[in-house]
C-alpha cells in the first residue's frame, strides 16, 4: 500500500472507535482491532470506508500471531501502533481474586506480544514507525478498588519509557497517552456521586470526550517528531504530571 497503515486496538467503542476515525482523516488505512464488540467494529469501518478488521483476543498469543499475520496479508506495513486494548476488573484487595487478578494483568502481556511482533515484522524493516500506548491518569494518581488496573496502566508507561530506549537510533518514536476522566462505557456506570467528585477536581468543571484524547493521538501519529518516550495527559487540569 502506498498509504500509511494505523492499526488500533480495541478499536469497537470508546477511544479506540475515536481514534480510527481521526486516523482515517489524516488519510491513515486503518486496521481496526476488536475481541468482542464486533457490531460496532463493523458500523465504524463502514463509516471511515478506508480500513480493515482484525479479531482477536490479544492474551492468546497464537490469536496474536494470526492478527500479524492478516496485517501482513491485508495492509503489508504497519506505520502507526496504537495499543488502547484494555479492560476494569473493580474490586478492592481483600474481595478480588486472583482469578480477576490474572485475567487483568493478561492485557498487559498482550500488548507487549503484540508490539513486539508489529516491531519486528514492519518497523524494523522500514526503520521508522510510532508506537501510542493509551494509559490513564489512575496510573500516577492511584484508585481505590482498582489495583491490578492502576498497575496494568503504570506498567504501560514504564514500557513506553523502556521501550523508547531499547528502540535508540531507529526512527520509531514510543509515547504514551494519559487519559483522565473521558465519558466511555467505562466511565458511564459510576455513580452520581463518584462522579460528582471526581468532577470537583477537574479545573475545566466537565468531562472529556474520546475524540479529545484521539486528537492528541492524531497528532502524534505523524507530528512531535521530537518527542519520545513521553506520557502526554489529556485530563483537563485533573493531574499535571
Not at 483522565?180 to 479545573?203: D, H, N
Request: charged share 20%; aromatic share 6%.
Amino acid at each position: 500500500m502506498d498509504k500509511p497503515v494505523a492499526i488500533v486496538t480495541g478499536a469497537g467503542t470508546g477511544i479506540g472507535s475515536a481514534c480510527c476515525r481521526a486516523l482515517a482523516e489524516k488519510g491513515f488505512i486503518v486496521g481496526i482491532h476488536y475481541r468482542s464488540s464486533e457490531q460496532g467494529a463493523k458500523e465504524l469501518l463502514d463509516l471511515i470506508g478506508q480500513g480493515f478488521l482484525l479479531k482477536a483476543d490479544l492474551a492468546d498469543t497464537a490469536q496474536v500471531d494470526a492478527m500479524v499475520n492478516g496485517i501482513k496479508d491485508k495492509a503489508g506495513r504497519v506505520d502507526v501502533l496504537v495499543n488502547n486494548a484494555g479492560h476494569s476488573i473493580n474490586a478492592d484487595i481483600n474481595s478480588m481474586r486472583i482469578e480477576q487478578f490474572d485475567d487483568q494483568r493478561s492485557v498487559s502481556r498482550g500488548t507487549w506480544y503484540l508490539t513486539k511482533r508489529i516491531i519486528r515484522q514492519f518497523m524494523l524493516r522500514r526503520n521508522e514507525g510510532r508506537i501510542i500506548n493509551i494509559s490513564s491518569v489512575v496510573a500516577h494518581t492511584g484508585n481505590a478498588g482498582q489495583i491490578p488496573y492502576t498497575m496494568e496502566k503504570a506498567a504501560l508507561d514504564a514500557f513506553t519509557k523502556s521501550l523508547a530506549l531499547e528502540l535508540r537510533g531507529r526512527n520509531i518514536l514510543v509515547n504514551s497517552v494519559a487519559p483522565g476522566f473521558i465519558g466511555t462505557g467505562m466511565t458511564e456506570g459510576l455513580p452520581e456521586e463518584v462522579k460528582e467528585r471526581i468532577l470537583a477536581g477537574i479545573p475545566l468543571g466537565r468531562i472529556g470526550t474520546p475524540e479529545e484524547v484521539a486528537e492528541v493521538v492524531a497528532f502524534l501519529s505523524t507530528g512531535g517528531t521530537y518527542i519520545n518516550g513521553s506520557i502526554i495527559h489529556v485530563n483537563g487540569g485533573l493531574y499535571g504530571g
